[in-house]
Structure formats: structure tokens, C-alpha cells
């Protein structure tokens, strides 16, 4: 009696889906991104969150998410989170989950994109400071500046012995741009001055938004 034949149906894998939930707590540079991933039947790996300013996300790149991996077995979502930072200042940027999975050669699961948009850019802030190292026909003058994390902010100095800055000269500071977030310390040094003057000075500094200058401050070259 020949065997009868016995056919056997598997059902087919489910794939993974990733979510991308709304940036939170934009500044102007940075901003805290979050997710999750339903792996379903495949271990999803290298998992991160792939941003743009472009929203076809031509020239993307890329940011760490916690975890990174989300093992094979589970149809709930995983929530995965990070940050994305050194971004640029009133900027609109799009988000979305990444991550792999092999089911007969490397694939790619994404979320949809979210949009968000970075603080606006502001002018820099410009202190002036007091000359130092003062001499009959020179000094060096002082100041601080914050970039206020709004691009380079480039640095000068302006030097008269107007008080209204009338025939000014403006030399570049040391150094010549600052970036960030932080007060730094700026100066330039002048020559050729005349001994028993008194000169008045103020740092400037400037980015695509606009110029902030510090309020004048003043020294007296020694006599002659």
C-alpha cells in the first residue's frame, strides 16, 4: 500500500515596522528624538536615526539610538531614543527610525519622517573689555564673545581717538571667529599710536543674522 503525501504550509515571516514619535525640547542646535520597533520574526540591528534638512533625505546622516538592537519574537514596539546635535539654527529638519534585518539578503526597515525646526539664529553677544600692556605707541585691546550658538561669529576691533569714531580703524581679533555656546576671550593688539593720547575702543563681532558691538571703553597711550 503505497504512503499517501503530506503537505505542509508554513506561514509566512512577519517583517519588522518602526514608528517615529515628534522631536522634543528643539534648541538651536540640537534636539531629544525618540521611536519604537516592532521586530515581529527578525532581530533588527544597527538600529539609529537618519536626519536631513533635505526631506528626501539626500545627504542624510545619522545619529546613535538606545538600544541599538531589538531581538527577534516580540509584536510589541520597543521604544528607542537619542539626541541629534551640531545642527544649524533656524533650520527645518526631518527624522525618521533606520534599522536592518536579514530575511534573504540585508534589509532596511523605516518609519516615516518627522519634521521639526531648530531655534532661531540670534546676533552674537560682544563685550568690551580694558586695554592692557598699554606703551606710548601701543596697547592691546580685550573682550569676550559668545557665538550664542548661532554659526561663526567673525571678530574685530575698532580703535579712534574720536570718541564718536568718526576716522576709525578696524583690526581683526585674535582669534577671528568663535563658534558655540560659551564666552571667549578675544583681543587684538595695536601699533602705531601716539604717545599721550587717549584712544577709545570696542569689539564688534558678526554673523548672517546681524552685529552686535560692545560699548566703548578708552586708554591713555603713556607720555611722550
Do not use: H, W
Amino acid at each position: 500500500m503505497a504512503g499517501s503525501e503530506l503537505n505542509l504550509t508554513t506561514t509566512a515571516c512577519d517583517t519588522p515596522t518602526a514608528t517615529m514619535t515628534a522631536p522634543t525640547g528643539a534648541s538651536r542646535t540640537g534636539v531629544a528624538v525618540g521611536g519604537g520597533v516592532i521586530p515581529n520574526d527578525f532581530e533588527v540591528s544597527s538600529i539609529v536615526f537618519e536626519y536631513d534638512d533635505d526631506s528626501g533625505f539626500g545627504s542624510s546622516s545619522t545619529a546613535s539610538a538606545t538600544p541599538a538592537t531589538v531581538s527577534a519574537g516580540s509584536s510589541s514596539s520597543t521604544a528607542v531614543s537619542g539626541s541629534l546635535s551640531g545642527l544649524v539654527c533656524g533650520t527645518t529638519y526631518y527624522v525618521r527610525v533606520s534599522g536592518s534585518y536579514s530575511n534573504g539578503g540585508a534589509q532596511t526597515v523605516l518609519s516615516s519622517s518627522q519634521s521639526f525646526a531648530t531655534d532661531t539664529c540670534v546676533v552674537p553677544t560682544a563685550t568690551t573689555g580694558t586695554a592692557s600692556s598699554v606703551g606710548q605707541t601701543s596697547a592691546t585691546l580685550n573682550g569676550t564673545v559668545n557665538a550664542n550658538d548661532s554659526g561663526s561669529a567673525v571678530v574685530s576691533f575698532e580703535y579712534d581717538d574720536d570718541m564718536a569714531f568718526g576716522s576709525s580703524t578696524t583690526l581683526a581679533g585674535t582669534p577671528a571667529s568663535v563658534t558655540g555656546n560659551s564666552v571667549e576671550a578675544v583681543s587684538a593688539s595695536v601699533s602705531s599710536l601716539t604717545c599721550g593720547i587717549r584712544y577709545y575702543f570696542r569689539v564688534e563681532a558678526s554673523n548672517s543674522t546681524g552685529t552686535s558691538t560692545g560699548d566703548s571703553k578708552f586708554f591713555d597711550t603713556a607720555s611722550c
